[in-house]
């Protein structure tokens, strides 16, 4: 059984610092992994997409990396502001719809 | 990318009393996903809505509980029934993004609709 797990659970930066969210799954029998963004009580907004066979994606100041023999994805935010406090969650999808999420990294971003 | 559009946005419900979720997608898709946010938790899929055919429940979840809906390739529904404060939840769906699939191939992502936050009292 597929496993996320995300360190740290909470993090509070500075503005303008550059922070690392790290994502970790136990199968590596993965189709891709996704990093979403969830601002409290709403849904979830798609950031990164990893195809298994791909090391890496870039959107703007984010960064996603995936390690799939050693099961394990960052997510790299350069630069960061106050309007990327939020929580941001990783899933694994395999095969079918079966995604499987992480509990979510809450960052704070004070001004 | 698939825009979905999710209602209600949020509602405060008596216990014992049912909600129906609606999901409307602005373009046609096979699978759509239904999931269940506790407070403070990750997101757990409660069932996979195909058109044509009974929805596939993940263990724990139950039809009598959350009956599901899919008469069409671009709609479904979740219903919460006899509604409890344990129920208190965020419900969201999703589809398949059919426009996620690198040149080099590979397997869907996935979008989300806006979710609903039920409290239930």
């Known amino acids: 059984k597929q496993e996320v797990t995300q360190i740290p659970a909470a993090l509070s930066v500075p503005e303008g610092e550059n922070l690392v969210l790290n994502c970790s799954f136990t199968?590596?029998?993965?189709?891709?992994l996704q990093w979403f963004r969830q601002d409290p009580g709403k849904g979830l907004t798609s950031l990164l997409l990893?195809?298994?066979?791909?090391r890496e994606q870039t959107s703007g100041r984010l960064n996603a990396s995936l390690d799939k023999s050693s099961g394990r994805s960052t997510l790299y935010i350069a630069a960061s502001q106050p309007g990327d406090s939020a929580t941001y969650l990783c899933?694994?999808?395999?095969?079918?719809?079966?995604?499987?999420f992480g509990d979510g990294t809450t960052l704070t971003v004070k001004p | 990318s698939a825009v979905i559009s999710q209602k209600p946005s949020r509602d405060i419900c008596q216990r014992g009393t049912s909600l129906t979720i609606q999901c409307q997608v602005d373009?046609?898709?096979?699978?759509m996903f239904w999931y269940r946010q506790q407070p403070g938790q990750s997101l757990t899929l409660i069932a996979t809505?195909?058109?044509?055919?009974?929805?596939?429940?993940e263990s724990g979840f139950v039809i009598d509980k959350f009956p599901i809906s899919r008469p069409n390739l671009t709609f479904s529904t979740l219903t919460v029934s006899n509604m409890s404060p344990e129920d208190s939840s965020i419900y969201l769906c999703?589809?398949?993004?059919?426009?996620?699939?690198?040149?080099?191939?590979?397997?869907?992502?996935?979008?989300f609709g806006s979710g609903t936050r039920l409290t239930v009292v």
């Open positions: 999703s589809v398949e993004d059919l426009g996620s699939i690198a040149p080099d191939g590979g397997g869907y992502g996935y979008t």
């Open positions: 373009s046609q898709v096979t699978m």
């Open positions: 899933a694994v999808n395999t095969n079918a719809g079966k995604s499987t």
């Open positions: 199968d590596s029998a993965i189709y891709n």
């Open positions: 990893i195809q298994s066979s791909q």
């Open positions: 809505a195909n058109q044509g055919s009974e929805a596939t429940y």
